[in-house]
């Protein structure tokens, strides 16, 4: 059960992570007056902006169209400012075309049935493959077609990541009041005899105190509290390919198109990049490491760990990833994936999972002091403007009742085989990076 909220008012707050959970929280905590006399640090492993960081990359879809009611309504919220007063700039409502066929096609007309029962305009139906290529400015209709499906919500749209990460640091930044620090948390500083703790010990082996530690650490969070059964970082792929203003000023006014039957996703070109990217099962990093919460310091927990371009700046991404991606540009936009035009770059960027894509913000049921606010599952980027005012709502013991059951710490922890997943997944299961990246004759881990 989660420890009650400490009445009073932290004197010193430690943010661990500065991407969207972290950044979010810390602009808030300024702008409340209760907290006009704490100290507030956030510290992150890279200077800003953390290039591997989930929350950094050319564009995120900014939509509210979720099958749970809560989210969309927070989504709502959030849209609301990234179109009026939250970097409207970095902000692109060209709309969201979601299609499938075959299983997954269920689950779009079931949410069709919902939509058409609300009766949301701004919703445009696609019964045919035909209807999908005319809608998204296709070059060619899926080649499958028949039996694909979808809809465009055109009141959806896409954020340069990075930017509205950029304009909000600055922002922060502007107020005075914190102070960012950059340096690797090795380890929470935690007092076993009272279960408590007290700030982070970091690499270097200096050590920050803290009456309140926030980890917003995404993906890496789990290696450092244990979070098996709870919370799995997962790789997903991501290509970019570069095209001419011509072509760009063509895509660009075209619906991102997300197919959820193989979950590949291609986001409108900006500033000379096309992407390429899938939103699916992802990669696990199977990753021995000591056990954060231990005071056997032989004792070990193996856990999937993010790995990426910071780690070896050779990591190129597995070659069925690359397959896929491939065949759907060439599906949808044939003169594009021609061999004269390579995918000039990819990543992998990580999703910090949960069994059901809820987030987790609560306060650890063991610790005192120590307050989690991750559990993204690949949609918390669009809640940058919202979250970290809903996540002061949660540490000031004050959760929205909406969402008290979804981002509480879980009664147990259930093994990641049997996790049913958020339901908005395509593709492969059960990768294994450097499995893949065997197969793909490259480098090992
Ligand atoms: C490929 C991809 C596509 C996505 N698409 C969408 C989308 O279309 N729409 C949407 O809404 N959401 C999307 N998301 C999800 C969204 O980006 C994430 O939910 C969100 O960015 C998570 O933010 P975070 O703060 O938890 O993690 P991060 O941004 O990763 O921040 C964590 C920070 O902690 C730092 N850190 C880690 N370990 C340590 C340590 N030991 N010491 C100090 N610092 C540390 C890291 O450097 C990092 O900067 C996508 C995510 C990915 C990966
Ligand atoms: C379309 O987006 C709007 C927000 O812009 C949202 O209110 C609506 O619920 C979405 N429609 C569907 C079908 O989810
Ligand atoms: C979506 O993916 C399915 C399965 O791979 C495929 O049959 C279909 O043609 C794709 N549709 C679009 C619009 O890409
Ligand atoms: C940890 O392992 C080493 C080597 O096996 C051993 O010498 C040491 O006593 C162990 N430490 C503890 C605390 O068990
Ligand atoms: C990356 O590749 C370059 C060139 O092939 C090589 O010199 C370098 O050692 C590699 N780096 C790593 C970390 O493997």
Redesign the pocket.
Known sequence: MASTPSPHIPSSILI???????LSTAWALCRRPEYKNSSITV????SFP?T??????SS???RADYSAAVYSKLAVKALERWRTDFAPEHYHQSGLCVTAAGPEQKYVTDSLANVQAIGVDKIEVLGSSEDIKRACGLEAASPNGGGNVGYVNWSSGWAN?EGGMRWLREKVEKLNRVKFVV????KLQIHHQTNTVSGAILEDSSEIHADLTIL?????SA??IDLRGICKSTG?A?FYMPISPSEEAKLSKNPTILNLSNGLFMIPPAKGLLKI?R?GDGYINPTTIPHPESTDPNETITVSLPYTHVNDPNLSVPIEAHRECRDFLSSIHPSLAVPSRPFTHSKI????DTRNGDFLITYHPKYKGLFVA?G????????LPVIGDSILECIMGRTPEDFKDRWKWPEERVPEELWKGDGSRGGPVGMVLEEELRKSGKARL
């Open positions: 661990i992570g500065g991407g969207v959970f972290g510290i992150d492993r890279l953390a591997d960081g989930s929350s950094i990359d995120r879809i900014i990541a340096g690797k948390v090795k917003a650490a995404g993906a890496w290696s450092l997903q991501l990217a939103h960027c990580w999703y910090t991750t993204g599952s690949g949609h918390g980027y669009k809640f």
